[in-house]
């Protein structure tokens, strides 16, 4: 059973900076991306930012220049740093991995979330 774990949410006030984790056991070797999505409370869930298994990452334009993702191959986990954290910034926060299927990162797994508030 696939199940990445996040961890590192909070409250914080506006322009504070909080960092959350996201451990998935068999990730570096599924050799597939991971990412981070948000969730607002009466919105649709939202994608945030990604990693691929060379480094490589993207994020999204609401959060660019404040939010850094970052992994650590050793131990499965994958970062989000979140500075200049700002009130539409409040969400739950989740990550997405993946496994393959037919050579395919096809399986796709959830986290439970976790809540990050920042208050004005």
């Known amino acids: 059973q696939v199940q990445p774990v996040e961890s590192g949410g909070g409250s914080v006030q506006a322009g504070g900076s909080l960092r959350l984790s996201c451990t998935d056991p068999?990730?570096?070797?599924?050799?597939?991306?991971m990412a981070w999505y948000r969730q607002a409370a009466g919105k649709e869930r939202e994608w945030v930012s990604s990693i691929s298994i060379d480094g490589s990452t993207r994020y999204a334009d609401s959060v660019k220049g404040r939010f850094t993702i970052s992994k650590d191959n050793g131990q499965d986990t994958v970062y989000l740093q979140m500075n200049s954290l700002k009130p539409e910034d409040t969400a739950m926060y989740s990550c997405k991995t993946a496994r393959r299927r037919y050579g395919l990162c096809s399986m796709y797994y959830w986290g439970q979330g976790t809540q990050v508030t920042v208050s004005s």
């Open positions: 068999g990730f570096s070797s599924s050799r597939c991306d």
